[in-house]
């Protein structure tokens, strides 16, 4: 009896934390696109989807960022993508994979520059690594 109380105990347990974690099965996701332009340039337009959420088309001012969270499917298909403009330059790429996330990085800065987009798993300009040139 004893044991079956406290596998009982176990199982509640762990249901609420999946509960209070928003994402019940499946791991929570914060992504940002951040512009990091310079100040006296054009603004950062941007246009970020999956296959069922639009977020819609944004304009980031230097310093401003664009963030939304989700949660991964079920079955681990999810994706998103972005479009960035920025003057006479753009760049599409996938921001989010699942795959990515096996890795258990559930934090994605996507960091506008003037020589190319950027990455990095933490708030930190240090740890930015180089993934796209801008296409012209």
């Not at 009982?8 to 209070?20: E, G």
């Not at 972005?82 to 760049?91: A, F, I, P, T, V």
């Amino acid at each position: 009896m004893t044991k079956v109380f406290l596998l009982f105990l176990f199982i509640l347990v762990n249901i609420q934390t999946f509960v209070w974690s928003d994402c019940l099965f499946t791991w929570k996701y914060d992504l940002y696109v951040v512009n990091y332009l310079p100040s006296n340039s054009a603004p950062l337009k941007l246009h970020c989807a999956s296959k069922n959420d639009d977020l819609g088309y944004h304009t980031l001012a230097n310093g401003e960022d664009f963030h939304w969270s989700f949660c991964e499917n079920f079955f681990p298909n999810t994706l998103f993508f972005c479009h960035l403009w920025w003057g006479s330059k753009q760049k599409s790429f996938v921001v989010f994979k699942s795959k990515w996330g096996a890795q258990h990085l559930h934090l994605y800065y996507w960091v506008a520059k003037s020589d190319g987009i950027y990455l990095s798993n933490i708030n930190s300009t240090e740890s930015l690594v180089k993934k796209y040139d801008w296409e012209v």
